[in-house]
């Protein structure tokens, strides 16, 4: 049962503090998207991977998260400092594109409240 | 710009139909997708349209025009757990996904 893999589930912080989120995609995936929402802004895009190459984090605040994929089976988004501003849902979604393309598969999301 | 156009909320009967809008002006066009997404859950696929015309899988339908950068989600026989936000979602020319802001249904009994 593929699946993406999203840890921790939930994440609560103080602010200030560095907040590391995981992302296990699907194997053999080879697109890779992180997203926040929230109620009032819906599904934002955060950065967006291509066979591990960044194709497109113009949506992230630069000066405080960070995303990267060290391999082909995780991701990670990084937040440092963290504000309470940044309480959000936070999802990790992958697919393969380019290849006879599919969908795009969410993982279960992060949680985090910052106080 | 790029956009994506949906109701903010609709309200249906049980066991009625509804037809969710969503209309699209974006860089390029590479499939649509709709997607179902309860409350405090992940978004779950529920249909891609790439050519015009209707897709039917089971109580949901899902239906394109290229040309008039429309969409449609039919969902028939509505069941209560049916209450929950559908997302409309472009992929662009880029293969980036273009996402609606959502639209939340609500099931009456």
């Known amino acids: 049962d593929a699946r993406v893999t999203q840890t921790p589930r939930d994440k609560v912080t103080e602010m200030g503090q560095e907040v590391t989120m995981r992302c296990q995609p699907i194997?053999?995936?080879?697109?890779v998207f992180w997203y926040r929402q929230t109620m009032m802004q819906g599904l934002e895009l955060l950065a967006y991977f291509r066979n591990r190459a960044p194709l497109d984090d113009s949506g992230m605040p630069k000066d405080r998260f960070s995303a990267e994929m060290p391999d082909a089976t995780l991701a990670t988004l990084k937040i440092q400092p963290s504000e309470p501003r940044d309480s959000a849902v936070y999802f990790c979604?992958?697919?393969?594109w380019g290849q006879g393309d599919t969908e795009a598969f969410f993982g279960q999301g992060t949680r985090l409240t910052v106080v | 710009g790029q956009n994506i156009d949906q109701p903010t909320e609709m309200t249906a009967t049980e066991g009625a139909i509804v037809q969710i809008n969503c209309t699209y002006q974006t860089s390029g066009f590479n499939g649509l997708f709709w997607y179902q997404q309860h409350a405090g859950e992940a978004p779950t696929f529920l249909s891609y349209n790439v050519l015009d015309g209707l897709e039917e899988k089971g109580r949901f339908s899902s239906f394109l025009s290229r040309s008039k950068g429309y969409s449609y989600l039919l969902l028939k026989e509505l069941q209560m757990k049916d209450s929950a936000s559908y997302l409309c979602a472009v992929r662009d020319s880029n293969y980036q996904l273009i996402w609606g802001a959502g639209t939340k249904l609500i099931i009456k009994p």
């Open positions: 979604a992958s697919g393969l």
């Open positions: 194997l053999g995936h080879n697109t």
